[in-house]
Structure formats: structure tokens, C-alpha cells
């Protein structure tokens, strides 16, 4: 399985799925931002448990699921 980084879906991109789907290579796509930020919250949530303290509340960082 390939695996697409990008920043955002722009035509470049959108031609390049087009290619794989019609040579039928199988592939995800990761949004390099989405995923930096979602790996920070998950630090973040680490760290709090490890110190103890958060500076802001799990559920106003939309952390209650991680």
C-alpha cells in the first residue's frame, strides 16, 4: 500500500489519485498538517497525565477521545 503526503488537495494531487486509480495502485492519503496536529494533541494529553496538569481542559481541546 503506497501512502500520499501532502499539504493540501490541489489539482496536482487530484491528477496524481486519478493515475493510481487507473492503474489500480492501491494508496492513502495523509495530510501531513492534520496529522502533525493531531499527533501534538496526543503529546500534549502525555504530557499532562505524566506532569499532572493541563493547561487547558481535555474537552476544549477536543482531546476527550484520544
Do not use: C
Amino acid at each position: 500500500m503506497l501512502k500520499i503526503y501532502t499539504i493540501s488537495s490541489n489539482q496536482e494531487t487530484k491528477e496524481a489519485e486519478r493515475w493510481l486509480y487507473a492503474h489500480k495502485v492501491k494508496f492513502i492519503e495523509v495530510d501531513l498538517l492534520k496529522e502533525l496536529f493531531r499527533q501534538s494533541l496526543q503529546l500534549h494529553v502525555q504530557l499532562g497525565k505524566q506532569f499532572g496538569e493541563f493547561p487547558q481542559s481535555k474537552q476544549k481541546l477536543g482531546l476527550t477521545h484520544v
